[in-house]
């Protein structure tokens, strides 16, 4: 009896291993939450989940969403990389302003802006200009070894100066198609923010998971000292990090004000490195370093646009936002928290005690 | 044997030496961040003096002194908040965001008809409210400091648009009184003032020295900042989660307080002041020469910081340079003591 019995058991018990991995997996509540919210939407606005082909482009508020990710997941992958080796870069939004500004002001001197070599160059100098700011950055923390959020803010304090120098404190604006594609162009019916985005992700994601790069990013994470001393080329290798966000952070800038073709040295990118924080957190990542999981990128920055178009079908007042932010970026770092885990597992194991006795009685 | 004998008749001279030298060193290495501001804020002040004076006025005067600590009161009582919780090795965001959300509330409250002591007290409260809640969130639910004020932050930001996307004006007349109320000394080109922003801030700034310095509780803060996590302290019977939400609830408080004064300066409330401000705060603690790890610094330092802060604005509207400036300037400012910082930090180990 007891062995037909048994497999029956270990196939519930599976289950619920299952079960328990999945609850407790990094991602579960940010994609209950990010369901759950894309649902709220659906029922709220019929025709929220439809997605159409128009003019063979994909058109909907769904394709809307994906490319206002674009913006913080470009971001957030650089961020992602530089917190698992346990740093943080405070100055993706003013390399945002930078590299626009740049990119923009060399169209806007340039004989013919629409010509594609120079779009092409502009687009270069951008992301050198990034890249070089990433450098800064690096050099920083990799050589000075000064604290990662200090060294940043450094170039977060200077580096919105720097943009309004660089535009010579006017708004550039420029008209260029070429240019503009990058932000509001098509590729195969997808919009052209997602293509840029879902590439670098793909190339970031190939090149960190399939080489022995985001092994070493962890271990600096863990302990920078121990991996210089297994071996790890721990300067070299958050030096390129910072340079990686740098450049990621201006790919970012050029795609978020391609669209409009200004280069708004006071506002490109304001707060936005908060918002890619939140999305490294809601993607399951810790801020201690040492791990890092690139997938949640996809949920959190869905969940960050998701949730900035929510509070408008809501049809609540759309600077409310910064509040529903809060309340899910507190939410989900207190489920995260040990101590809550903690505190339920001892009201779980009180509530199952108290009827124990009872049983006992009965029997 | 004769190598030794050599030698010897050298020692006695030889280790005053070294022992001056050490004593001298052991003051310097904690004393060498301030007067890395103090220089700076003396040489700001000699520029200053020998581009902008005329022969009618100095440029370095009671007034000079007066209006940079009118102008940045709320800044001061910022920094001061935020020293306490960067000496446990903690960072507030949250701060800039309160200050906003403090001044649309005064306003607010003021329209609802409460009387002035109501409306002053329940402004810091927010704050205390916002800090303490910063406070729970690290301490009882091991968030970082960083993004659990990034959460507050947020979360201060949305009730302030909430509260108002426009600028409301102040016009409660006990509360213009308090903004007008002003001791004038000297006359013409060279008087100056004392008003009730500056005294606040100062006396913000008094409180908080006696606090660091001389108590029990001053010295869990600067054990906190030790990096083990409190261990320390909590041998040395002082209690570390206690302290670490007092510091938060401080911050916060401070952000109150400096709220409450950016509405005196601006006689108004508006969703989107303090953007930027906290950063403002850090580094003028940084400038201050307080260690971002923790556990060093000096909260006169502080003060400091807000001068050379305040004076490089003076300097740029006096050199007739485009306000951006200011921005790469603080920037080359805070570059410099980082790199002092870390300097110094190398040569102790």
Redesign the interface.
Same mark, same amino acid.
């Given at each position: 009896m007891s062995t037909t019995a048994a497999p029956g058991r270990t196939t519930a018990s599976r289950g619920a291993e299952i079960w328990r991995e999945v609850t407790h997996h990094g991602l579960f509540w940010p994609v209950v939450a990010l369901l759950g919210l894309l649902l709220a939407c659906g029922v709220a606005s019929p025709g929220f989940l439809e997605v159409t082909v128009r003019d063979g482009h994909l058109f909907g508020q769904l394709v809307d969403l994906a490319r206002n990710s674009a913006t913080p997941l470009l971001l957030a992958l650089g961020m992602c990389l530089v917190i698992a080796t346990g740093g943080?870069d405070l100055s993706v939004g003013a390399v945002m302003a930078i590299a626009l500004a740049v990119s923009l002001t060399y169209l806007d001197g340039a004989a013919d802006p629409s010509d594609l070599g120079t779009v092409l160059t502009a687009v270069a100098l951008g992301l050198a200009v990034g890249a070089l700011g990433g450098a800064f950055n690096g050099a920083?923390v990799a050589v000075?070894?000064?604290?990662p959020?200090?060294?940043t803010?450094?170039?977060? *304090?200077?580096?919105?100066?720097?943009a309004?120098?660089v535009t010579q404190?006017q708004i550039t604006t420029v008209s260029s198609p070429p240019f503009k594609t990058i932000g509001s162009g098509y590729l195969l019916g997808i919009p052209m923010p997602v293509v840029i985005a879902l590439v670098t992700f793909v190339v970031v994601a190939v090149v960190v998971r399939r080489t022995a790069l985001g092994m070493f990013l962890e271990s600096i994470g863990i302990n920078r000292e121990a991996s210089r001393l297994a071996g790890v080329r721990s300067r070299r290798t958050t030096w390129t990090v910072y340079v990686i966000a740098g450049t990621l952070a201006a790919l970012a800038g050029l795609v978020y004000g391609a669209p409009t073709m200004a280069a708004d040295?006071n506002n490109i990118g304001?707060?936005k490195e908060?918002d890619a924080?939140?999305v490294v *957190?809601l993607g399951g990542t810790k801020?201690?370093g040492g791990r890092f999981y690139l997938g949640g990128l996809l949920v959190g920055a869905m969940l960050l646009s998701t949730l900035e178009r929510a509070v408008i079908i809501f049809q609540l007042?759309s600077?409310?936002?910064?509040?529903?932010?809060? *309340?899910v970026?507190?939410a989900v770092? *207190?489920a995260a928290?040990?101590?809550?885990r903690a505190m339920l597992r001892r009201t779980r194991r009180a509530v199952v005690a108290t009827p124990a006795p009872a049983e006992q009685v009965a029997a | 044997m004769s190598a030794d004998q050599l030698v010897r008749p050298e020692r006695p001279t030889a280790s005053v030496v070294h022992r001056a030298r050490r004593a001298l060193g052991g003051f310097d290495r904690r004393m060498l961040p301030v007067l890395g501001t103090l220089l700076t804020l003396a040489i700001m002040l000699g520029v200053g003096q020998e581009r902008y004076s005329t022969d009618r006025v100095d440029f370095v005067s009671m007034k000079l002194l007066s209006n940079l600590l009118v102008d940045n009161s709320y800044l001061l009582v910022l920094a001061v908040g935020m020293t306490f919780v960067i000496l446990t090795g903690g +960072?507030d965001l949250s701060v800039g965001a309160v200050v906003a959300l403090v001044g649309l509330a005064i306003a607010q409250m003021f329209t609802a008809g409460l009387p002035l002591a109501v409306v002053l007290v329940a402004g810091v409260l927010i704050g205390t409210i916002c800090g303490l809640l910063i406070g729970v969130?690290v301490q009882?639910?091991?968030?970082?400091p960083?993004?659990?004020s990034? &959460?507050?932050?947020?979360?201060a930001? =949305?009730?302030a648009?909430?509260v108002s996307?426009n600028s409301l004006k102040i016009d409660d007349a006990g509360f213009s009184a308090l903004a007008a109320w002003n001791i004038t000394f000297g006359e013409g080109r060279t008087s100056w003032r004392i008003n009730a922003s500056m005294l606040v801030a100062l006396a913000v700034l008094v409180i908080a020295f006696v606090v660091l310095h001389h108590t029990r509780f001053g010295r869990s803060v600067y054990g906190l900042g030790a990096g083990d996590q409190g261990a320390a302290i909590n041998l040395m019977g002082l209690r570390p989660a206690r302290t670490r939400i007092w510091v938060y609830t401080i911050s916060g408080t401070c952000a109150g307080v400096a709220g409450v004064l950016f509405a005196l300066y601006t006689k108004s409330g508006f969703?989107l002041t303090g +953007?930027?401000m906290e950063?403002d705060a850090? &580094?003028a603690v940084?400038i201050g020469g307080t260690l971002?790890?923790g556990g060093t610094g000096f909260v006169l330092g502080t003060g400091a910081g807000v001068m050379v802060y305040g004076l490089i604005q003076v300097l740029i509207a006096r050199e007739g340079l485009?306000s951006?400036?200011?921005?790469?300037f603080? =920037?080359?400012v805070?570059?410099a003591f980082?790199?002092l910082q870390?300097v110094l930090a190398?040569r102790r180990r």
């Open positions: 943080i920083m000075l070894g000064i604290q959020f200090i060294a803010m450094i170039l977060m *304090v200077a580096g919105r100066g720097i309004m120098l404190g040295a304001l707060m908060l924080i939140m *957190v801020l201690d007042p600077q409310t936002t910064p509040l529903f932010k809060a *309340v970026l507190i770092c *207190v928290s040990p101590t809550l | +960072i969130m009882v639910f091991d968030i970082q960083f993004i659990a990034l &959460a507050v932050m947020f979360l930001r =949305g009730l648009n909430v996307v969703n +953007i930027g950063l850090i &580094a940084v971002l790890s485009d951006w400036w200011t921005r790469v603080i =920037g080359a805070l570059l980082v790199v870390r190398v």
